[in-house]
């Protein structure tokens, strides 16, 4: 069916006052956007930030009066309301907010593809495909960051490699060592939805079996072939002592989620366990990767 589509303007209020007043009016769903060009790229775990400008739209069932929306959100917040309004024909929206993600290669044979969607017919190649739908927790390969890390997984091969994934989001990284040869993979992270992603893509990707998943607190093992890290300059920093310990000698390092001006900083504080690689960087982020001394 059809829906009421509400456009409300804040005029100074706060996006999550309105956003009550539109379910206090009866929305039955209600949308936060950026109104600007300000996009918050890989967040903290368990956050949820606006931007500085956010855009507030409320659907509602088809034949609601405007009119008396507007009135009831003026009574509700204490002042007058401004709104655009339009008829927005139903479709699948369960798909719907996915038809401008398309499969993406990394490298030369390593695919994220959402469900339904292939590599094209003459990939050479033959296509190494992750199956993966960008979900609550962050990691498609859209980001920098993320690309970077797939790219070296591309590139390296971890054949028959027990890999560690620090802050494994969706489980991107560790899916993908396991389709590229990988014996075992074992994900941390400190968001319980993490978690929950990341077993829901793996078992769509039929590497279940071979992937372990637990709360970044849990205590690691050792001896790992690859340590992948995709998280954030400060934590990367602080982990170092215990990433090291967590790598076998020659085992190789990958770290992400920080940006251009950052990398030093972060180098430096692997340099007494890691001979560095020359650092990679893409639209203002660096991806660091080494060799455990």
């Given at each position: 069916?059809?829906?009421?589509?509400?456009?409300?303007?804040?005029?100074?209020?706060?996006?999550?006052?309105?956003?009550?007043?539109?379910?206090?009016?009866?929305?039955?769903?209600?949308?936060?956007?950026?109104?600007?060009?300000?996009?918050?790229?890989?967040?903290l775990p368990g956050?949820?930030?606006?931007?500085?400008?956010?855009?507030?739209?409320?659907?509602?069932?088809?034949?609601?009066?405007?009119?008396?929306?507007?009135?009831?959100?003026?009574?509700?917040?204490?002042?007058?309301?401004?709104?655009?309004?339009?008829?927005?024909?139903?479709?699948?929206?369960?798909?719907?907010?996915?038809?401008?993600?398309?499969?993406?290669?990394?490298?030369?044979?390593?695919?994220?593809?959402?469900?339904?969607?292939?590599?094209?017919?003459?990939?050479?190649?033959?296509?190494?495909i992750v199956w993966?739908?960008?979900?609550?927790?962050?990691?498609?390969?859209?980001?920098?960051?993320?690309?970077?890390?797939?790219?070296?997984?591309?590139?390296?091969?971890?054949?028959?490699?027990?890999?560690?994934?620090?802050?494994?989001?969706?489980?991107?990284?560790?899916?993908?060592?396991?389709?590229?040869?990988?014996?075992?993979?074992?994900?941390?992270?400190?968001?319980?939805?993490?978690?929950?992603?990341?077993?829901?893509?793996?078992?769509?990707?039929?590497v279940m079996d071979?992937?372990?998943?637990?709360?970044?607190?849990?205590?690691?093992?050792?001896?790992?072939?690859?340590?992948?890290?995709?998280?954030?300059?400060?934590?990367?920093?602080?982990?170092?002592?215990?990433?090291?310990?967590?790598?076998?000698?020659?085992?190789?390092?990958?770290?992400?989620?920080?940006?251009?001006?950052?990398?030093?900083?972060?180098?430096?504080?692997?340099?007494?366990?890691?001979?560095?690689?020359?650092?990679?960087?893409?639209?203002?982020?660096?991806?660091?990767?080494?060799?455990?001394?």
């Open positions: 069916m059809p829906f009421l589509q509400v456009h409300v303007t804040l005029d100074g209020l706060e996006p999550e006052i309105v956003e009550d007043a539109c379910f206090a009016s009866g929305a039955l769903s209600v949308t936060l956007a950026d109104a600007g060009d300000t996009p918050i790229l890989e967040p956050t949820t930030p606006l931007w500085p400008a956010t855009a507030v739209s409320a659907l509602y069932e088809d034949g609601s009066d405007p009119e008396l929306i507007a009135a009831s959100l003026t009574e509700i917040l204490g002042c007058d309301i401004e709104l655009r309004h339009e008829t927005l024909a139903d479709r699948a929206w369960e798909r719907e907010w996915l038809k401008d993600f398309r499969p993406m290669r990394f490298g030369e044979r390593l695919w994220i593809c959402p469900g339904g969607q292939y590599p094209p017919a003459d990939t050479a190649p033959e296509p190494t993966l739908d960008p979900g609550l927790a962050f990691g498609t390969g859209t980001h920098a960051t993320t690309a970077l890390c797939l790219e070296w997984l591309d590139r390296e091969k971890p054949v028959d490699h027990r890999v560690l994934d620090v802050g494994c989001g969706s489980g991107i990284l560790a899916i993908a060592a396991l389709l590229l040869g990988a014996k075992t993979a074992h994900g941390l992270d400190i968001d319980p939805q993490a978690l929950i992603a990341s077993t829901d893509n793996a078992n769509r990707n039929g071979r992937l372990t998943l637990a709360d970044a607190d849990a205590p690691w093992a050792a001896g790992y072939d690859t340590v992948l890290a995709n998280i954030l300059a400060e934590p990367l920093i602080a982990l170092a002592p215990r990433i090291a310990a967590a790598i076998r000698p020659g085992g190789g390092l990958v770290l992400a989620g920080l940006l251009n001006e950052q990398a030093e900083a972060v180098t430096a504080a692997y340099l007494p366990w890691f001979r560095m690689d020359t650092p990679r960087s893409r639209d203002g982020w660096t991806g660091l990767s080494g060799r455990r001394l």
